[in-house]
């Protein structure tokens, strides 16, 4: 009866401890494989399917994701059918709520997807959109960016080792800032891009009180935190393979900064392309249709097949 009791005692004591270990593992949503994870960041912690119409053959969630300890809200959509595929970082433009991603945005990045089958992931960036934290403007968040990759490398339906960026704007910034950090990253695509941000707070007065509050000061107070944000004064750094594109007549960005940029990739033998738009806007959005082709040109030649 004793020894009954002792193997009874035993398995209601295992019992427990799977009990207890299945109470206390995250879960996991999308497929993702957490044990993939070396630490926390990229784990989705929260997941919502949005309808994006049955127009285009994708699947559209809004996610809280683990960066640096905080929740993050992103967006990630996938083609409908099953299957393994290249993955696009897209990093926004704008600041703070001005900028986000919202259900147009959504609208165009699911009709990309749709298009050539990839997954898109982005982030709205710490303490945007109900997320944790508070952004930087290129600082701390870009951790928000590249903790996106970890994620990507953890889910069923992605092939973590073709993985292109892209960015608009700030966005763009923040690919340069990126693509500087990471390996993982086999093609970039800049559009209306920063290149340099001390000649953007020079050229925006009314951009200079959001920049002095997210980056702590102005730029002769604080000229440092200007140039990590500013690709033109570190090309060296830059070894992805990057497609810039600019409007000719961009009136919030400069076409000089993607210029100058491109003189000095030139000059140190980087493989970048820069195509100017004569008469193009900021965003590009008259010419929507050649700067999705060329994206997605550009990123096939470099993830192969």
């Known amino acids: ?3 009954i009791a002792l193997i009874a005692g035993s398995v209601v004591l295992v019992c427990a401890t799977i009990a207890a270990f299945i109470l206390t593992r995250p879960k996991s949503f999308l497929g993702q494989n957490l044990d993939l994870l070396k630490n926390y960041n990229g784990r989705i912690v929260s997941c919502e399917s949005l309808d994006v119409g049955s127009s ?7 996610l809280r ?3 640096d300890g905080l929740e993050v809200v992103g967006f990630i959509i996938k083609p409908g059918q099953g299957g393994r595929y290249p993955a696009v970082i897209h990093n926004r433009g704008g600041s703070l709520e001005y900028g986000k991603i919202d259900d147009a945005e959504l609208d165009f990045l699911s009709y990309v997807a749709s298009m050539d089958n990839y997954v898109i992931v982005a982030s709205q960036y710490r303490g945007n959109d109900g997320g944790e934290g508070r952004e930087e403007y290129g600082g701390s968040d870009i951790d928000d960016v590249l903790n996106l990759i970890p994620m990507l490398e953890s889910l069923p339906f992605v092939d973590s080792s073709k993985i292109a960026m892209d960015g608009v704007s700030r966005g763009g910034m923040m690919t340069y800032i990126a693509i500087t950090m990471t390996n993982k990253i086999k093609a970039a695509c800049v559009i209306g891009g ?3 941000l001390i000649q953007t707070y020079d050229e925006r007065p ?3 009180q959001v920049l002095i509050e997210l980056i702590g000061g102005t730029p002769e107070e ?3 935190e200007y140039i990590k944000r500013s690709a033109y004064y ?3 750094k830059i070894n992805t393979p990057v497609l810039i594109l600019h409007g000719g007549a961009d009136s919030q960005v400069d076409v000089s900064q993607a210029e100058k940029l491109a003189n000095e990739l030139k000059e140190l033998g980087k493989t970048y392309e820069l195509i100017v738009y004569p008469g193009g806007s900021h965003d590009l ?3 929507s249709q050649d700067v999705i082709s060329r994206t997605f040109k550009w990123s096939e030649n470099f993830l192969g097949d």
């Open 1 to 3: 009866m004793v020894k």
């Open 56 to 62: 285009y053959n994708v699947e559209c969630y809004r």
């Open 65 to 67: 994701y683990l960066s």
């Open 194 to 196: 920063i290149t340099d």
């Open 206 to 208: 009314d951009m200079r």
């Open 222 to 224: 604080k000229e440092n």
């Open 234 to 236: 570190w090309p060296e």
């Open 285 to 287: 959005s008259e010419n």
